[in-house]
């Protein structure tokens, strides 16, 4: 898992995801990291019998927000 989705931001075209990293993941000085994925058709799909919002995000998109 990437993470949670604790919110989700209007932008006024595609929604975007703010994914809240797992504790693993957190950062070095202690802060999260959180990732923006854009909620678009081929990036995001949402499974909402199971609470599910599975990605697959263009390569580097997820080391975007990481550092």
């Known amino acids: 898992p990437v993470g949670r989705v604790p919110d989700v931001l209007p932008s006024g075209g595609k929604d975007v995801l703010v994914i809240a990293p797992p504790a693993a993941d957190v950062g ?4 999260d990291r959180e990732i923006l994925v854009p909620l678009a058709e081929g990036i995001a799909k949402v499974d909402e019998a199971t609470r599910v919002i599975r990605i697959r995000p263009p390569e580097g998109l997820l080391d975007l927000n990481r550092g």
């Open 28 to 31: 070095a000085n202690g802060e």
